[in-house]
């Protein structure tokens, strides 16, 4: 509740503290994948 006061998108704070728990390598691996989709698609 005070992050949403505070003018802070609840849906991406979500995000943020669930990348938190992950491990670096996970996530580098999840986003260069990502990457490799969207530029598949030319969304790049």
């Known amino acids: 509740a ?3 006061g505070r003018g802070y998108d609840t849906k991406v704070m979500r995000k943020v503290i669930a990348l938190r728990k992950r491990e670096k390598d ?3 691996e999840e986003e260069a994948i ?3 989709y969207k530029e ?3 969304m790049v």
């Open 40 to 42: 598949a698609l030319g």
């Open 2 to 4: 005070e992050a949403k």
């Open 26 to 28: 996970d996530i580098a």
């Open 34 to 36: 990502l990457e490799l």
